[in-house]
Each structure stands twice: as C-alpha cells, then as structure tokens.
C-alpha cells in the first residue's frame, strides 16, 4: 500500500479538518427544545459514580437548570480511584473546577482551596446545624465549611439469609439483643457447619473498615486532640489479634486479604454467611437473585461502634463561578433536593431532619445503618478526619495487618511501627 | 540531476557534505522538538521536585537532598528494588524465548498466518485489569483450577494468597499479555533477512538449526537488542497487571518497585518524594539500559 | 526451499497447541461478556454462557454516548499513527544511517523517557498543555504521544539492516535527501512501518493516562475514559466492562489484520539485484 505524497497530504487534511470540526462543535451544548438561551454560567461539576446516583444527579441538575436558565451545569465523570489525580492537576495547573464531589479522603488535602460556604452560605453554625454531628469533623476545617454533606456512610454487616436459616441459626432482631463478638463467630462457625457456606465472613481490604474492630475493641488510632497516637494501646492489640484469630479459625479467607480477591464476588457466590461492609453495598447488591440476603447488627467488644463516612460537594476558589458555585450547593444541601438524592440512589442522608426516608427497596436496612450510625464512639470520625495524617500511616497500617496475618510480624510489634509513623506524621504536621 | 560529474565541481561537493551534515539533524528535529516540550520540561520539573516537600497542591517547600537521604536508608525500597530486578530476570529471557519461537513458527508458509497471528497478538490489546480478572479466574479462589480440584474431591489451593504461587501466576499472565507484541517485532527482523542467504546455505548443505545459529541470529541482533531491552523496561516498570491480579500481595510479594513508587509516594500526598524515587529508578535502568547497548554495539553487524 | 513433511506437521502442531492456549482466556472474556450477573459469580464458574444474554452490551451503550467516544478515539488514533509513522521514521533513519553528533546521545535519551512513570510528570505536563493551550483539546492526546521512543528505536534498528550501498549509490545519482528517504528507505521498511502503525494504533486506542490529564469535556471522551466510569469506589460492574472491552478490541484487532498482511519479506522487492 504505497502512499503517494499527494495521497497522504490529502488524508492528513482531510482528518486535520474532522478534528477542527470535532473540536469546535463541542463547545456549544445542543438546546433540546430549540430556543437559544442564553448561558452566562458554566458550572463544571466533577463526579464519580459506585452505582446509579451519577443518573440521579443528572435528573437533579436539569431541575436546577429549569428554574436557573442563566446556569449550564456540565457533570464531568471519573472513576473513582482517578479522582484525586484528576483534581489535583486541574487545580495545580491553575484550571480548577467549579465543583466536584469529593470522599472524605480527599477532603484535607484540598481544604486550603476550598470556597468557605459557611462564609457564602449564612455562617458556619446556621449551615452545619442542618447536618449529624459525628460527621462535622469531616468537612469543617480550621472553623471554615470546606465542603457540603451529600450522603453519608456507616460500616455494617450484610449477611446471607438462606445460608444463616439452612443452618438454623438466628440474628439479633433489635439493637437490645446484640451479640458479641465471640457469639458472632459461634454463629458463624454454626453456620459454615450446618450449611453449604463455605467461609464464614469476608471483610473488606481497607484499613477503613478493619477500625471498625478497633473502635469496637474500645481503641483509637490518635488521642481526640490528635496529638499523640493510641494506636498500639491494649484494645489495639486486642483487635489486631482478634482479627488474625478468625483467620487461623477459617473463619474469614485468607484470598481477601492475603490474595488481593474481592469480597464482593466471594459474597455473591453465596457461599460466604457475612460480609461486613457498608451501607452502600445495598444499591449494588439489590440485583442479586439466587439467595436471600439482609444486614443485621454489628457485634459488640467492649461497646458498638461503626465509622462514619460521607460523600459531599466542594466549591473550588479561582474557578471564577464560586458564588454560582455555592448557590447549586446550597440547593443540594437543601432538605428537599438531598432527600431525593439520598432516596433515589439508596444513600443516607446526612441531614439531621432526614433520617427516615421512603426508600423504594430497603427501608429497614437503612434504619439500622443508621442505628449504627448512632452508637458509634466519637473516636471514630475524629480518627478519619484527621486528612493530614492519616494518609501518612494507613497504606502502612493495612501493609501491617496483613504481615501479621501472614505471621510476619506480631501484633505488638507492629502497632508500635505504626505509632511510630503516626506521631512522627503528628509532628511534621505542625 | 547534474550532467557534469561531481568530481569536477568542487563547490558542489562541499555544498552537499554539509547537506548531509545538517540533514540527519532536520530528520530527528519534529521528534526531537515534541520530545522536548512535553517530555523532557516535565521530567525536568519532576527532577525539582524531588528536591522538595510537595503534595501536589500547596506549596513546595525546598528540603534539599532529605528525600534521596529517606530512600538511600529505606530498606523496604531496595528490597522491592531486589525483588522487581529477580522478576525481570526470569521475565525477559522467558518472553524473548517464547516470541522469537512463536515468530519462527509464524513466518514459515503456514496457512491462516494471519489468523495465528491475530491469536497471540490479541492478549496485547486486552486492559490489564481485564487481563488481570481473565488470571484470577483461572488462578482465584473462585477459579477453574480450584473448580476442577474440587470436582476431584481435592482440597483448594488459595494460589494468590501464596507468595511463590502468587509470583508465578504473574508471570504467566505477563508472558501471556506481552508475547504478541514482541512476537511482531520478531517477525518484522526476521522478514528483514533475504531468503538468498537461507538458499545458498541449503546448497552448501548446512542443516536448519546451523541455518539458524549462522545466520539467523547473528542478523537478528538489531532486533533481538530491541526486543530484551523494551522488555526489561517494561518488566522494571511492571505494575497495572500485578496490582489487577493480585493488588501486589501476598504480603507485597507482587509489590515491584513502581506500586512501591505509587504507594509511598502517591497515596502519602508525597510527590516530592515519588519523583526523587523515580530519578533513583531512571538511573539505575539507565545505567542497564547504557550498558547493554554499549556491549551489542547498538545492535549494529 | 520448502520444508519437509515431518517438520510441516511439527509446525502445525506446535502452533495449533500454544494458539489453543494462548486463544483459552481470551475466548473466556468473549464468552462472559455475554453471561447474566448472577452467572459471571457463581462459583463453579462456566466457560460457555448458560443464559446467553445482551443486557450487557445493552446498558453499557445505555450509560455513555459511546458513539462520540469511538469517533474521538478514532480521530485520535488515526491521526496520531500517521504523525507518528512520518516523525519516528525520520528520526529512526537519521539514527541509524548517519554518524552525527549527539546522535548515539539523542537515541538513549529518547529510549530513557521510558522508564519515566507517567505518573510522577503528570501535573508538569498539565502545566506544559495548559501554557500552550492544548488543554481540552483532541490535539493534547495527538501530537505529544505521536513522539514515542519505542518507534524511533524500532525503525532504527530495523533500518540498521539494511545496506548502505543502496543510499551511497542513490547520492551519487544526485538524489536529494529528502528523496532518498521518501522513495527509498520509506519502501523498505514496509514490515517495520506496518508493525508500528499496529502498534500506534493501540497504543493510542489504549492511551487512558493522556486523556484523563488532557480532558475534562465530555464530549471528547475517549472510550477508554468512558471504560474507566464502570470501575466504581467499590463495586465494579464487571458485565459492561467486559461488554464494552469486547466491543473496543474490534476496531484495534482490524487494524491489525489489515496491517499485517504487510509483514512481508521486503528485500525480496528491494531491487538489490
């Protein structure tokens, strides 16, 4: 296929030209209904999805876009593990975007260029006061609003319903029956014996949700002021210990987190009684057929505890739309539009006027969630908010865990490494 | 076209040596030029960083040579530095072997070359995180190999959870998702040989494996030195695929050196030192990478 | 001088058994692209789908404008190979075939870009694009990928085999430099051209990096972007994914049967005789 060089002057044009016309065409957004309006505000919005919400948020912008017609909201989506990359090389080369919706891990990091909607939106106190309380740490830095809640999160346990009634084996049926840690696993290992489970429970492979024991052990990572760390405190290598004994029993896999599997899959098989997770799992494992599934309470160490988390929306500075910008959050944060949201796309609401909402699937699930949310030691959200620190030390704290569990390591000796990192990470911080 | 021979015309003489003098530098320059702007100014702000504390987003904050200091005492970076140098030992020669014999296979008059080749060619174009789910589906804990141990009545093996399981099962994948492409490159050089030296040697009555070692490999050295040296660097840089697999466990017995860069760098908000980690990186490959050219001679016969 | 039968009947079963093994895997994503939720978990897994179903490929086209995706990957890749075929084999020629200063220098700089993880220049490169005003623009995910140091070194090396007789004996007819390259070496190098124009093509169908840096409009999503929305925080939605990487490997894999039909035996046409 000999190319002349007419022949290839005349492609390259000729693509040279599609590109151009690609190029300029985009910038215009098609008007559905024919009228040109005109729009003075463009609002780039930066999002990721788990599930369905991106649609959700969709349905919701064109309603604010009805009653705004001077505003264009444009949802630029990622996935979620590009999310920091791509924020921080739009903000760092001096391109931010007008908004974008951010997890608590990302939270610190951006602080500084946050837009302060307490500032634009009626004051710290008036703005946070619509919000739960554990969850404040999180998005109120240095008394500035850095971001608004949107949904938020508690860890829980999904367990396999079929499994646990073929065993005969029953779960705590209010928050005054719960059971322990060690009459959890007796149940469990009931259940592996007296039916087709093959494992007893599968937990997620991040440090976030191996706190959950920690906190329910009565331990923390770092004292409430954040000063020191307590990380390797005896509740501390009670829980690390505890972890690596279900293990050794068979009890939770070893391919999750010694062999990189996904606990997710390895529930849906169906052959696994627990999984303890979240409540966001309940969009995801909606579609599931072939068993029946529901979530019950956590158990009990020393107390309860879950961990909070959330999803929320940050204003950028220099994106030259911040006033736009905290107005659409506000009308996010508002009870009306947030109990949508939450609603539609089987999330929990962060409000403190908006526990109870008519979910179409799942109803009962999300009011224990939220139960959990309630009986969760304070330690908890002081832990995770602390964005300056704790990434310092967590990717070591789940490397840790699994040498202990691999039997590299003790317990002792490897919280005390991890204490280590935290207050050396305590005092570059200041 | 001159009618006059050159010999006569002295100055056309000059004026061509220096075309030829400054043609080789226009032929390299639109390469040369985009090279520069979007690869070498970048690098060159990498390498500043990593003479700072910078998360990516505040301010740098100058620290001198502290970030070389940390790596020059962390001994979980050598060590990962050890394991990704033993993982591109086996590598490399493995997927030299297999795609210079699959190339062979392939250029002889078989029919549906094509065919074949798009097969083995075809791994190449598939994402890692799907070429890692494809493994872990033969491999996992949810697996075939584990689906037909216990059809058998076997116990399962947990493959990934076992480090020399887990170190074997990515190299596999790797071999299986790279082979093509170095397959392709291997026919490209082995095409490049005029079949006239094949014919003469028949005549003369040598046999195929002589044919093979006198004249085959001796004139694929330009392409054999391309071949192991693309895919050294790529076994040093070797990531997406172990970390699909095997999210780089056991116990980090999958963690190479760029998932340590990434790790420790990346995740800690600690770019200043991931960029003074990846000078250390670029020079030690570099240093492989100078010297194996200088010892084939860039390839040339 | 064509093989006997014997050595015929090892080729052909040699091929036929490492094609059969390497052909297993892929043949599994093909086949679970097409398996229901609940089937792709279950445990025995299958290899040929028990429910064949579409609902797939369905919801995965549902969820993006896949249409404008492939036309940007297209314009993208196309345009790229083309830049990049004429700009490397320039430079791999100038490598390989003239002893200049710096020229040895040029080549191993080039090769050690490689070993720079994207990753770390990332927000240097940001800044480069932004400054020249190529952000947002399909033109970011051409011109600067198009400069790859694999092709220059590929088209080097391949050009290091061929004679320079055949270049020496063109200047003397007063062939100008331009032209030796343009109907001379450009001919030769068919196989290597065509390997790389294979490769080109993926690598820019492929690119996520680039994209995810270089682009926050929609509208110029390339389909490995679009890809990366089915990679959730923490479900994956296994089904559209593979759904829509069955889909993306086609246009890659026509390229390449198209192509390498030209990995041919170039010096039986080189007119050395």
């Given at each position: 296929?000999?190319?002349n060089s007419k022949g290839l002057l005349l492609l390259v044009c000729t693509l ?415 | ?64 040579f502290d970030n070389y200091a940390n790596i020059f005492t962390d001994d979980k ?225 | ?273």
């Amino acid at each position: 296929m000999k190319l002349n060089s007419k022949g290839l002057l005349l492609l390259v044009c000729t693509l040279v030209l599609s590109l151009v016309v690609s190029g300029c065409g985009s910038n215009n957004k098609t008007q559905e209904n024919g009228t040109s309006t005109k729009k003075n505000v463009k609002l780039d919005f930066v999002w990721f999805s788990d599930g369905d919400e991106g649609k959700v948020m969709e349905n919701i912008i064109a309603d604010y876009e009805k009653e705004n017609t001077h505003v264009d909201i444009q949802l630029i989506e990622v996935a979620y593990n590009d999310l920091s990359t791509k924020l921080k090389t739009m903000v760092s080369g001096g391109k931010p975007p007008a908004l974008s919706r951010i997890s608590t891990s990302e939270i610190g990091s951006f602080s500084n260029f946050a837009v302060d909607l307490g500032e634009q939106l009626g004051g710290v106190e008036p703005f946070t006061s619509q919000f739960i309380d554990s969850i404040k740490p999180y998005y109120v830095i240095d008394n500035k609003v850095v971001a608004s809640p949107m949904d938020v999160t508690a860890n829980g346990i999904i367990y396999n319903k079929t499994l646990f009634d073929q065993a005969g084996v029953a779960v705590p049926t209010s928050s005054d029956d719960i059971w322990t840690w060690d009459e959890f696993n007796a149940s469990l290992k009931e259940v592996m014996e007296k039916s087709d489970a093959k494992y007893g429970l599968v937990w997620d492979y991040t440090p976030h949700r191996w706190s959950t024991l920690l906190y329910q052990f009565g331990g923390s990572m770092m004292n409430p002021e954040g000063t020191e760390g307590t990380i390797n405190n005896e509740a501390g290598i009670e829980a690390v210990n505890y972890f690596k004994k279900m293990h050794d029993e068979g009890i939770i896999p070893r391919s999750v987190w010694l062999g990189g599997e996904n606990p997710n899959n390895l529930f849906r098989t169906g052959t696994v009684a627990a999984h303890l997770s979240g409540n966001w799992m309940v969009s995801s494992y909606k579609d599931i057929t072939d068993f029946e599934w529901g979530v019950t309470y956590m158990p009990i160490a020393k107390n309860r505890s879950s961990v909070p988390g959330g999803k929320f929306v940050m204003a950028f500075q220099d994106s030259g739309v911040e006033e736009e910008s905290a107005n659409f959050i506000a009308y996010l944060s508002s009870k009306e539009v947030n109990s949508k949201y939450n609603q539609e796309s089987l999330f929990m609401s962060p409000r403190k006027d908006s526990a109870d909402l008519d979910y179409e699937f799942g109803k009962e699930m999300f009011a224990l969630f939220a139960d959990e949310l309630n009986n969760t030691i304070p330690a908890a959200a002081e832990d995770w908010s602390k964005q300056t620190i704790i990434p310092k030390f967590s990717s070591d704290l789940k490397d840790g865990l699994v040498e202990v569990l691999a039997e590299g390591a003790t317990a002792e000796d490897m919280l005390n490494d991890i204490n280590d990192r935290i207050n050396e990470a305590i005092a570059n911080a200041k | 076209m001159s009618t006059k021979s050159i010999a006569s015309q002295p100055n056309l003489i000059t004026k061509k040596k220096r075309k030829i003098q400054i043609a080789p530098y226009l032929f390299v320059l639109p390469n040369l030029l985009i090279f520069t702007v979007f690869i070498v100014v970048p690098t060159l702000l990498g390498v500043i960083y990593s003479f700072h504390y910078y998360d990516g987003l505040n301010p740098m904050k100058y620290i001198g040579f502290d970030n070389y200091a940390n790596i020059f005492t962390d001994d979980k970076f050598w060590s990962t530095l050890g394991k990704t140098l033993t993982y591109a030992i086996i590598v490399v020669p493995l997927i030299y072997a297999c795609s210079l014999g699959v190339a062979i296979l392939l250029v002889q008059q078989v029919i549906m070359k094509g065919f074949f080749r798009a097969i083995f060619y075809w791994p190449t174009m598939i994402s890692f995180i799907i070429v890692g789910l494809t493994w872990r589906w033969i491999f996992g804990e949810l697996g075939i190999i584990n689906a037909v141990m216990v059809a058998f009545d076997n116990e399962q093996i947990t493959f990934l959870a076992n480090p020399f399981f887990a170190k074997v099962a990515v190299i596999i994948a790797a071999v299986w998702s790279r082979l093509g492409f170095f397959m392709v490159l291997f026919v490209a050089g082995l095409l490049a040989i005029p079949r006239d030296f094949y014919e003469a040697a028949h005549l003369d009555g040598a046999s195929k494996v002589k044919a093979f070692f006198h004249i085959t490999l001796p004139l694929l050295k330009p392409t054999t030195l391309l071949v192991v040296m693309l895919s050294m660097i790529e076994a040093f840089k070797a990531y997406p695929l172990m970390f699909a697999l095997t999210g780089g466990g056991p116990n980090k017995a999958t963690t190479y050196i760029v998932q340590y860069i990434y790790e420790t760098g990346f995740a800690k908000q600690e770019l200043g030192l991931a960029s003074a980690m990846s000078v250390v990186l670029f020079i030690i490959i570099t240093i492989f990478t100078v010297l194996q050219f200088k010892l084939t001679k860039g390839g040339e016969n | 001088m064509t093989p006997s039968k014997p050595q015929k009947i090892l080729t052909y079963v040699l091929l036929i058994a490492f094609s059969a093994l390497w052909l297993f895997p892929v043949l599994w994503i093909f086949l679970s692209s097409f398996k229901n939720n609940t089937e792709l978990y279950q445990f025995p897994p299958t290899f040929l789908p028990q429910q064949f179903t579409l609902e797939h490929f369905i919801n995965a086209f549902e969820k993006g404008n896949f249409g404008k995706y492939f036309l940007n990957s297209a314009i993208v890749a196309i345009t790229s190979t083309i830049l990049l075929l004429l700009i490397n084999s320039m430079a791999g020629y100038a490598l390989a075939k003239f002893k200049f200063k710096g020229g040895t220098f040029i080549l191993l700089a080039f090769i050690s870009t490689l070993m720079i993880p994207l990753e770390v220049i990332m927000i240097p490169i940001f800044k480069v694009l932004s400054f020249l005003g190529l952000y947002n623009t399909l033109l970011a995910l051409i011109i600067p990928p198009a400069a790859t140091p694999t092709g220059v070194f590929m088209l080097r090396q391949y050009l290091l085999t061929i004679p320079n007789e055949l270049l020496e004996a063109a200047r003397i007819d007063g062939a100008g430099e331009w032209k030796i390259y343009w109907r001379i070496i450009l001919p030769l190098c068919q196989p290597i051209l065509a390997a790389l124009a294979i490769f080109s093509f993926m690598w820019r169908w492929d690119d996520f990096l680039w994209p995810l840096i270089a682009i926050s409009d929609p509208s110029k999503y390339t389909v490995q972007l679009a890809l990366s929305n089915f990679i959730g925080e923490f479900n994956v939605d296994w089904g559209s994914l593979l759904a829509m990487s069955v889909i993306t490997m086609i246009p890659v894999l026509i390229v390449f049967l198209i192509f390498q039909k030209h990995l041919v035996n170039s010096m039986a046409t080189s007119g050395m005789k």
